[in-house]
């Protein structure tokens, strides 16, 4: 039984789990937004976080890794652990993974996805969109036990550029941060 994850936040830098390959890779359809609330990592239930989720767009790809898992023992202490970290995205989706832009068929099928939708029914935490500037001030307030909102981000934007990802709203976000830490210092 082989599983195949794949992740497009801190999932990048940081898998958490016992993988057999790391594959940097796309999923299409899709693009990386700052608009779900991170009470449990990056924030608090008074002041949340925010992290990404999937939102569809056509025509868009979003960059990341893709995680092959082999041994059973290996998948289900990882799937354990993803249930925890992931528990508030509220949805699993299983998409096709692709490995060149020029390529008609997936590398991989059925790579598991956590996204966080809009339903507030089901997802209490999700935020939304809202400006550079308004997300920039939450990121820079918001801590949480995995730490500041801000290192989340940057580490973020460091990940992506490794593997040769230049994501303009994570980018335009870090240098929106960057920028009001300038001015209040």
């Not at 993988?19 to 299409?28: A, L, N, Q, T, W």
């Not at 960059?63 to 508030?88: F, N």
């Not at 460091?158 to 941060?177: F, R, T």
Request: aromatic residues 12%; hydrophobic residues 35%; proline residues 4%.
């Amino acid at each position: 039984m082989v599983v195949w994850v794949f992740g497009y936040g801190s999932l990048i830098w940081k898998a958490g789990f016992q993988y057999d390959e790391r594959v940097v890779g796309f999923i299409k359809g899709y693009r990386r937004v700052f608009y779900q609330g991170s009470t449990d990592h990056r924030g608090t239930p008074e002041f949340p976080g925010r992290t990404v989720t999937l939102e569809p767009a056509e025509g868009e790809i979003c960059w990341g890794a893709a995680y092959m898992i082999s041994k059973k023992e290996d998948a289900d202490s990882a799937l354990t652990y993803l249930e925890v970290r992931e528990k508030q995205y509220d949805k699993k989706e299983y998409l096709d993974f692709y490995t060149d832009l020029n390529a008609t068929s997936p590398a991989v099928s059925g790579v598991m996805v956590y996204i966080a939708t809009p339903e507030k029914k089901s997802n209490v935490n999700y935020l939304g969109p809202a400006s550079d500037e308004e997300i920039a001030r939450q990121i820079i307030k918001a801590e949480g036990p995995a730490g500041p909102n801000r290192d989340y981000l940057f580490n973020l934007e460091k990940a992506l550029l490794q593997i040769g990802c230049k994501d303009k709203h994570v980018i335009d976000l870090a240098n929106e941060v960057r920028r009001i830490l300038e001015e209040e210092h």
